[in-house]
């Protein structure tokens, strides 16, 4: 299974998202932080993912618009 990876100008304080597609709608499994240890996390998790499941969409979403400041 291919892993296709993305970029969105969402918010975000966790910027790497790990999401699949088991129907229409894409789902988040799990977010990430933005330094290279989360994004070792997030590749080692959508491979896992694809290994199991090898006909599920898998993606990984970064969130480059910044942090979410509460005001």
Request: glycine content about 8%; aromatic content about 8%; some cysteine.
């Amino acid at each position: 299974m291919k892993i296709i990876e993305i970029e969105s100008k969402e918010q975000a304080n966790f910027p790497i998202l790990v999401q699949v597609r088991a129907t229409e709608n894409w789902s988040t499994v799990k977010a990430f932080p933005g330094d290279s240890r989360g994004e070792a996390e997030a590749w080692c998790r959508a491979e896992g993912l694809a290994f199991t499941y090898p006909s599920l969409p898998i993606r990984i979403v970064r969130c480059v618009g910044g942090p979410i400041v509460r005001k």
